[in-house]
């Protein structure tokens, strides 16, 4: 809050103190900010005995209870929002400009508690909504500017409830914020939807890594074509050699710039998968210092909404330095309207593809334009 800069004032050294205190007090910090509005700074410090607004819903004949100041909206979609999308489902949600197309989890799958919730607990409840057997209740969660859905079995209701933590003696998982007791005596747990969402994002980097690692194993241990021709005593004295598409691709270096750390990581690991070499950046600034140490690169995959440079920011410096100029730009956003599309084109992007992506159709792009734009150079 200090208005000049000098040696102890004005270089966010209080912010930092701050954060670290909460950390400290197991709290957490969200940052809010909106060009020519300002900057909301969200500060969750728990205590020991609280009350707060609390939605119940049912999952996995579990009743679970989330802070509702995560909830950013409750709907029963409609058959035309949900779409398969790899192993899951995405949710279409929102309209025109602020359309996004964002994940959905089973709470009971995320979870996957087995104690079951007795009968009178349910019966007690009378939910605004029952839903069949193909439609179920989403809970769109929010932090800061990432979405995910949580598909439930029942929404029951929302109340105002004492938060208790659990005690020392239970080592809970850090989405779980405490313990509340429902009028006829029994407990549920209360889950912070801010934190259920890192951990899930978490869980699907581990499981791709596990996924990748396994199959870059198995494709080394296996024998090639070749060697398999050979008698066991030659074939066993060759080196492993890569093919020579892979030897290809490896000269092919792709720079993903995006300001979510999960989005970067994943897509790293789909184009190494497939043999390319992998930059990251999380903002248009530090993309360019990329291009200043790294000459090589051949393909740009950015996203729309950064700090500092975002990805429209990016695109008209590039048009105004010859060093990037040729470098195609390929936009990977959530973002999927027709005037996002439209300026980016303006701006000279090569291709726009909306999150979430499927991973064959995002190879095939990538050959395509690195091959496209070696033809033409």
Excluded at 19 to 28: F, I, N, V, W, Y
Excluded at 218 to 227: A, K, M, N, V, W
Excluded at 239 to 256: C, F, G, H, I, W
């Amino acid at each position: 809050t200090a208005d000049g800069v000098n040696d102890l004032s004005g270089r966010g050294i209080g912010l930092d103190m701050v954060r670290a205190q909460l950390e400290e007090l197991k709290g957490a910090i969200a940052v809010y900010s909106q060009p020519q509005l300002g900057t909301t700074f969200v500060l969750q410090i728990p205590l020991s005995l609280t009350i707060a607004k609390l939605l119940l819903c049912q999952a996995g004949n579990q009743t679970y209870a989330l802070l509702a100041d995560a909830i950013e909206q409750i709907l029963i979609p409609q058959p035309d929002q949900i779409r398969s999308w790899e192993d899951g489902q995405v949710l279409r949600w929102g309209t025109g400009d602020l359309e996004r197309q964002i994940p959905v989890r089973r709470l009971s799958q995320i979870l996957a508690y087995c104690s079951p919730v007795a009968k009178p607990l349910v019966s007690q409840f009378k939910p605004p909504f029952v839903p069949d057997a193909q439609v179920k209740p989403i809970i769109v969660i929010r932090s800061q500017d990432t979405f995910i859905g949580l598909e439930v079995d029942q929404l029951l209701e929302e109340q105002e409830l004492v938060i208790r933590p659990l005690g020392a003696m239970i080592t809970a998982p850090h989405y779980v914020y405490g313990g509340s007791i429902l009028a006829d005596g029994q407990l549920t747990l209360v889950l912070d939807g801010a934190a259920l969402m890192e951990y899930v994002l978490e869980q699907q980097i581990v499981s791709s890594t596990n996924y990748h690692v396994a199959s870059s194993t198995s494709h080394l241990l296996s024998p090639s074509t070749q060697q398999q021709q050979l008698p066991p005593q030659t074939r066993a004295g060759l080196p492993a050699s890569p093919t020579l598409e892979s030897q290809a691709r490896l000269d092919k270096v792709v720079l993903l710039v995006d300001d979510s750390i999960t989005v970067r990581q994943t897509l790293a690991l789909t184009l190494q998968k497939a043999g390319y070499q992998v930059l990251q950046a999380k903002d248009g600034y530090e993309a360019i210092a990329q291009f200043q140490h790294h000459t090589d690169i051949q393909l740009v995959i950015c996203d729309l909404e950064m700090p500092r440079m975002n990805g429209f920011e990016f695109l008209k410096y590039r048009q105004q330095d010859s060093a990037l100029a040729n470098t195609p730009v390929v936009i990977l956003t959530s973002r999927s309207a027709s005037k996002h599309r439209l300026i980016a084109s303006e701006l000279g992007a090569t291709d726009y593809i909306t999150k979430p992506y499927l991973e064959d159709k995002l190879l095939k792009m990538v050959t395509g334009v690195i091959e496209q734009n070696s033809s033409v150079s």
